[in-house]
């Protein structure tokens, strides 16, 4: 379990300073592994990392494949591609050790010594904040889509096939990133907390938590993973029924 | 504490996100996917000229195997007209050697009868001669042994008669 560390902002309000660092960090290590992926490109025989991230790229045009022309949704792939390695790497870094705690301990600027405390590193994803900002920005692609490919007519939809239905609609559209936001966020922050449990085995317990530890935290590499891929793919059915909504 | 707090964090990760779809998209995806187009364009075009040279390939095939084809026809029809003119030659040949024969015989039949009627001729020739010698010297050995006298009565008797001898 994580305390939360509140940064504050002149009179505005506060921000999550652990989950902030943690973001930045998720994003060092893809901007690493891109960078190192994307060093040499060619078009003839790639590098094992370039072939990774063609591997990706390739995985998530077919998931766009699979809901709608792929064509009308170019310009998603890139958000796609991003979004499930943000996700993917935001989720991982929950399970890695805190190598970092000797580094800051005594670095009181904004209140990193708090931020690098404890056991492990925490994921992004593991803030509601997190999630309900990927969700936010799923439900502003759903509407900027539905309008993009029906104009003001895609507005119309909320009333169909009657007025009585609106309720329904309007729910429709709050629950998508809702179940989105909620879904994450609680796979994750679970997790979290059931690792910070098993580290509190007490004693000469504690080598007895190392079994479960290690199976826990195998299944945690897998729900991440799975995570990663079940916002993906839903964040694009969910736009693809904003453009296909009256072919189908 | 309530794991559930929404601040000023949400706009932050909004923005964040923003900045990495942004900076992710013009560094990473973009020239990756560039690069992917590339190869893809790459690939179908040698496979289009792969496609390209086989068919080629398949056309020359076919023109030599024609081309074999009409050769064997030709050296076939060569064959059998060489075969047929011998044949002809052979049969011309033939035809010629029996005429000539033919000719020869027809030609030693003519020499056989001329010579026969020459021969038949000459022994005629000489059996009259002969048969003169023959006759004088049997009429001289006659007339020389026996009684001349007699024998001109009998012809002087017989002329008399008016009978011919």
Redesign the interface.
Known sequence: MHETILWQVGSLGTIHGKTLVMTWMAFVVIFVLVFLGTRRLTSETPGKLQNFLEWIVDFVRGIIRDNMEYTKAAGLHAYLLTLILFVFVSNMLGLIPNIFWPLFEHVEFAKLDEIFHGAALMSPTADVNTTASLAVLTFVLIIAYGIRFHGPKYFKHFIEPNAIFLPIHLIDMVAKPMTLAFRLFGNIFAGEVLISVLLMLPGIAIFGGVVPMTVWLGFSIFIGAIQSFVITVLTTAYIAQAIGSDEH | ?N????????????I???L??W???K???????A??E??RL?IQENLAQAEAERKEAERIQREYKEEMRQARQEAQGIIEQAAKTGEQRAAEIVEEARRETEKLKASALADIEREREKAVSEVKAQVAGLSITVAEKLLRARLDLSDQADLVDQFIQEIGDGRPC
């Open positions: 504490m794991p559930i707090a929404f601040d000023l964090t949400l706009p932050a990760q909004i964040s996100f923003l990495l779809v900076i992710l998209a560094f990473a995806w973009k020239p990756l996917m690069m992917m590339k190869r790459f």
